[in-house]
């Protein structure tokens, strides 16, 4: 009988190089289970498309919808995936119908990352605590200003928040559950954009 390799051998495979499952698959049943071997075989049939999971570029994924039941608030999410395989898989289409819910429940987030934010923001931002700081002493100010900012990252950026739903995710940060997910999956979680609308906003 010939060689066949454990999901577990196809997954890491999958993770170092980025190729696609049955790549992987029948590159280990050549190589007769030899990582190293199964690894210069698909460099050789994907050339420099072997790469890190983490640094491919994501080009399938899923938008999904949350509306409140109020019919007031209502959010669209847009997470990116490497595959199709994962993008329709139940714990990635979880994932990203949580996520709208939170950004639902959330609506002082703008950004998913705090390098979206732009950088007269964080300026505006950072007078306003200086501002409120002037009277402490002079040597703690800018370490109150930066405990400040990163208060109010904490409010604006997606990825530093606590999910809403704090028993549910064991108090995890949206950031711990799409690297969660990301691990899981083997492939690249991007949260890609968000848009929330609000009647009377």
């Keep these: 009988m010939s060689y066949q390799p454990s999901a577990a051998d196809v997954k890491a495979l999958r993770q170092q190089t980025g190729a696609g499952m049955m790549d992987c698959k029948s590159a280990l049943v050549e190589a007769e289970g030899d990582a190293d071997k199964a690894q210069e075989i698909l460099r050789v049939k994907m050339g420099n498309k072997v790469g890190k999971l983490a640094g491919r570029e994501t080009s399938e994924g899923t938008v999904q919808a949350y509306v409140h039941a109020t019919g007031k608030v209502g959010v669209l999410v ?61 040597n703690i100010r800018p370490r109150i200003v930066e405990g400040q900012l990163k208060k109010w990252y904490g409010e604006v ?25 990301s691990s899981k999956t083997g492939e690249n979680v991007v949260i890609k954009r968000f848009v929330r609308f609000a009647v009377g906003e």
């Design 78 to 138: 847009q997470v990116e995936c490497n595959t199709d395989f994962v993008a329709k898989n139940d714990d990635f289409v979880a994932f990203a119908k949580d996520l709208a819910l939170h950004i639902a429940a959330s609506p002082q987030t703008k950004y998913v990352t705090e390098d979206e934010i732009p950088q007269e923001d964080r300026d505006r931002e950072a007078r306003v605590f200086e501002e409120m700081a002037a009277d402490k002493p002079e």
């Design 157 to 181: 950026v997606l990825l530093h928040q606590e999910h809403v739903n704090a028993d549910k995710h064991d108090g995890k940060t949206i950031e711990q559950l799409r690297s969660d997910l």
